[in-house]
């Protein structure tokens, strides 16, 4: 199948885009690299063994992914391209609705322009807010609680409204939990710029003693040792997700659904760290402060829903997180040098 990856150079993209490959589909990289760079098209290349086009362009320019749909005789669109950091999108929502939600409808307007209705959607967790049982399943109310989360939710109602209008449309909504970890080959992972506003990033930095140390926000929550607790899922995982997701909408016949992916499991911030000083042989010095506003005690989800549709379950460890992380650490600090 030809396959477009919007976002595709991206973290998630980018490995999608290696296990796609290795399934026998031919993979179309299209991305602005607002958050990433043409040089993780070249390592793609060299895991796979194929030369990817990609195609540097933003999703607003609807005139642009036409032409590429067509170019390139596209059967499939799996739609990653987004901004992701929640405190930017609470300080500038205006972007962060027109590139996520924008975006989405530029792409939409392209792909009825050429008759292509299978779509993979990136959505996340974020979309079910405030807990209101544990785990979450599909069913869980959906209350976003910060604007990054509303522009996914605004996405998911949008292809709601498309699937109820054309029936013809196969629609994946994927909400992910968090992916972390990288590719074995250590040449492409999580790699952002500045300081990174996840934690295994983090981590990883202070392990490398490219940061001095961790602040852990919270340790009084109501959870086993009394900081956050999140569902972690190996990125590899979530990019056989992707698979499973179009081989299971090419079957189904329903036009839309939504599915979690995440390993079921949660895992605390000191847990995290420990398993990373583990896997890593290295020193995560860390300091615990007061909650940050906003910020969940604990979230994990409901995996019962992919594994009766997709057939699909995460089977990669903490441990392989971490070692995969730390792998992609070093290898990326020596490349750079
Ligand atoms: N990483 C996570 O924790 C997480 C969790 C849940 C959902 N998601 C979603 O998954 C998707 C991929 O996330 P990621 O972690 O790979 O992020 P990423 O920033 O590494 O990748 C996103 C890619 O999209 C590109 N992009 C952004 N805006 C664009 C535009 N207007 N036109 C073209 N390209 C554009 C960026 O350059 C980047 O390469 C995003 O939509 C994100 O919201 C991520």
């Known amino acids: 199948m030809n396959i477009l990856l919007t976002g595709g150079t991206g973290y998630i993209g980018s490995h999608t885009a290696a296990t796609l490959v290795a399934a026998g589909h031919r993979v179309i990289l299209y991305d602005n690299l607002c958050n990433s ?197 190996h990125v590899m995982d979530l990019a056989e997700g992707h698979l499973a997701a179009l081989i299971s909408l090419s079957k189904g016949d329903s036009p839309i659904r939504y599915t979690n992916l995440g390993t079921g499991i949660g895992i605390s911030v000191l847990q995290l760290v420990d398993a990373f000083q583990r896997a890593s042989g290295q020193t995560v010095p860390h300091i615990l402060a007061a909650r940050r506003p906003g910020d969940l005690p604990a979230y994990y989800a409901d995996v019962a829903k992919a594994k009766a549709e997709l057939g699909w379950t995460a089977k990669r460890t903490l441990e392989d997180m971490c070692e995969s992380t730390w792998h992609f650490q070093v290898t990326s600090r020596h490349a750079n040098k």
Request: charged share 20%.
């Open 37 to 233: 760079q043409a040089s993780v098209a070249d390592r793609l290349q060299t895991i796979t063994g194929h030369a990817l086009p990609l195609v540097v362009g933003d999703i607003r320019d609807t005139a642009l992914l036409s032409k590429t749909l067509t170019t390139h005789q596209i059967e499939a669109v799996i739609h990653f391209a987004g901004l992701k950091a929640v405190g930017d999108s609470v300080k500038d929502p205006v972007t962060y609705f027109d590139n996520n939600v924008g975006g989405t409808i530029s792409l939409l307007q392209a792909m009825k322009a050429v008759g292509i209705k299978t779509l993979v959607f990136s959505s996340s967790a974020t979309v079910y807010g405030v807990p209101h049982y544990l785990p979450y399943d599909e069913k869980h109310p959906t209350g976003a609680i910060n604007p990054y989360g509303r522009s996914k939710l605004h996405v998911e109602e949008l292809l709601s409204d498309l699937a109820h209008a054309d029936a013809g449309w196969r629609i994946a909504c994927l909400r992910y939990f968090n992916p972390v970890g990288a590719h074995d080959s250590g040449l492409i992972g999580e790699d952002p710029s500045g300081i990174p506003n996840n934690l295994m990033p983090y981590v990883a930095r202070v392990a490398s003693k490219a940061l001095p140390q961790l602040t852990i926000f919270g340790s009084d929550y109501d959870t086993p040792d009394g900081t956050g607790v999140r569902d972690y899922v």
